[in-house]
T-cell receptor, first 117, second 111 residues
Framework: KAGVTQTPRYLIKTRGQQVTLSCSPI?????VSWYQQTPGQGLQFLFE???????NKGNFPGRFSGRQFSNSRSEMNVSTLELGDSALYLC????????????????FGPGTRLTVL | DAKTTQPNSMESNEEEPVHLPCNHS???????IHWYRQLPSQGPEYVIH???SNVNNRMASLAIAEDRKSSTLILHRATLRDAAVYYC????????????FGQGTRLTINP
């Protein structure tokens, strides 16, 4: 079974631009979560989508947004990029039982390395 | 979210057992204890999880204290490939798919 894939793997943008990152979960996984990893703050939860609905959101400004499509693929968007948005953005998918509750493991992709100049 | 405390770093030798401790004194009854690790230049990967009883899988063992306020991840025979940052995370079965990562323990394996 193919793992979580993220595109692109590397991205360079300038301040003020916007960026869209893509994540394809493992087949059959309906939950997709996004995380930001920086040397200073470590791994921080951004948001989670399940069945095209955002279920949980971390403490990030509104410039960070996301969506999920009917095939469970997800995108996250960052508008008006700032230097501090330079980070590794990780996507994780999970098999969630009916009812939406699960303690199952999350499978992470390799991440997208975003550099903001 | 309940907090976990781990040592910043640990060092061990190849082919020896490694015991990685985690304190979680504010754990609630619905919190599962999860361990993930992040190898260099990779996304985190799941290692093991448990609720009350000790757990074993092909990667590691998880020993949970009787009062559940602490746990230990055991790598029975460390290899160089086990060098990574190990994260101990509490997840409520009632919660969403949100992992709250602390700083983790950076494990160094000496050949």
């Amino acid at each position: 079974k193919a793992g979580v894939t993220q595109t692109p793997r590397y991205l360079i943008k300038t301040r003020g631009q916007q960026v869209t990152l893509s994540c394809s979960p493992i087949s059959g996984h309906r939950s997709v979560s996004w995380y930001q990893q920086t040397p200073g703050q470590g791994l921080q939860f951004l948001f989670e989508y399940f069945s095209e609905t955002q279920r949980n959101k971390g403490n990030f400004p509104g410039r960070f947004s996301g969506r999920q499509f009917s095939n469970s693929r997800s995108e996250m968007n960052v508008s008006t990029l700032e230097l501090g948005d330079s980070a590794l953005y990780l996507c994780a998918s999970s098999l969630v039982r009916s009812g939406g509750l699960s303690y199952n493991e999350q499978f992470f992709g390799p991440g997208t390395r975003l550099t903001v100049l | 979210d309940a907090k976990t405390t781990q040592p910043n770093s640990m060092e061990s030798n190849e082919e020896e057992p490694v015991h990685l401790p985690c304190n979680h004194s504010t754990i609630s009854g619905t919190d599962y204890i999860h361990w993930y690790r992040q190898l260099p230049s990779q996304g985190p990967e799941y290692v093991i999880h448990g609720l009350t009883s000790n757990v074993n899988n092909r990667m590691a063992s998880l020993a949970i204290a009787e009062d559940r306020k602490s746990s230990t991840l055991i790598l029975h025979r460390a290899t160089l490939r086990d060098a990574a940052v190990y994260y101990c995370i509490l997840r409520s079965i009632q919660g969403a798919q949100k992992l709250v990562f602390g700083q983790g323990t950076r494990l160094t394996i000496n050949p």
